[in-house]
């Protein structure tokens, strides 16, 4: 099984090779074999970092362009980097790990659900933090690969960033697709999945879901008015949002 796909991050995050009787890592192990099992095994015509260049000069060239600054366009702005990211993204890998054992028992329509909440969470938390990429400069560090699996170490460095930003990806029928980001040694899906199952647990999966879509109604309300948001709903917020994200 790829020790990629299983090596989480320093931050609360255990090795493979240790503690093999606990939940999350029976967890992972369960999800890792159902993806090399649905996945053929066909060598990508590109490498790992090459998919992640063209993904980040795409986004880049979006944000540098001077015409979608203009605040008119800048839903349009947005359409056209969720429709890069969208093409480079496994959002349904990444909400199937981040969610873990409860995955298993929804149905196919509760599943599709769950996805489009998760991807808009994703979406919501990086596009305020996506400008700073523009004149930042992205140095790639290195790239590992294991089977059908690859993670490629970069560092962004500019006037407002300094941050390691380390992408996990896999192989699906020759393309590359990101599963994870890890973001200064803090892996996304990891908080997510910490923070969900402590909702299930207080709360019930239904309870996750009604949280997951408040928080979608709040950013929606957020980028329609001026108005500042209730306490409440900045509490709701702040809840589902990965360790080490600091909002503005």
Same mark, same amino acid.
């Given at each position: ?18 503690? /093999?009787?606990?939940? !999350?890592?029976?967890? #992972? ?12 095994? #066909? ?28 605040? &008119? ?16 993204? &496994? ?5 199937? #790990?981040? $969610? ?9 329509? +509760? ?9 808009? $969470? ?17 140095? !790639? ?14 560092? $962004? ?8 930003? +380390? ?12 599963? +994870?980001?890890? #973001? ?5 899906? &990891? ?37 500042? /948001? ?19």
């Amino acid at each position: 099984m790829s020790q990629l796909f299983n090596r989480t991050s320093s931050q609360g995050s255990i090795s493979s090779n240790r503690r /093999l009787g606990t939940t !999350y890592v029976v967890m #992972i192990g369960i999800v890792a074999l159902l993806a090399l099992i649905a996945t053929p095994a #066909i060598s990508a015509e590109q490498t790992a970092t090459a998919s992640v260049k063209r993904t980040i000069d795409d986004v880049t060239d979006i944000l540098k362009n001077e015409a979608l600054k203009q605040p &008119s366009r800048a839903a349009e702005r947005r359409q056209q980097i969720e429709g890069v990211v969208r093409q480079r993204v &496994s959002y349904e890998d990444m909400a199937r #790990i981040a $969610l873990g054992v409860p995955w298993f028992a929804l149905t196919d329509t +509760d599943r599709q659900e769950f996805v489009g909440l998760f991807a808009q $969470l994703l979406r919501d938390m990086f596009a305020g933090k996506i400008d700073t990429m523009a004149d930042a400069q992205v140095l !790639y560090l290195s790239e590992r690969r294991e089977q059908g699996f690859a993670e490629v170490r970069t560092t $962004l460095v500019g006037q407002k960033i300094d941050t390691l930003l +380390d992408f996990r990806l896999v192989d699906k029928f020759g393309q590359w697709f990101v599963y +994870d980001v890890i #973001i200064d040694d803090a892996s996304i899906i &990891s908080n997510y999945h910490a923070q969900f199952i402590s909702i299930i647990r207080d709360h019930s999966y239904a309870g996750l879901v009604k949280m997951m879509k408040e928080k979608a109604l709040v950013v929606k309300a957020f980028e329609t008015t001026t108005a500042p /948001l209730r306490s409440s709903q900045k509490q709701r917020g702040a809840y589902l949002r990965p360790a080490g994200v600091v909002e503005d």
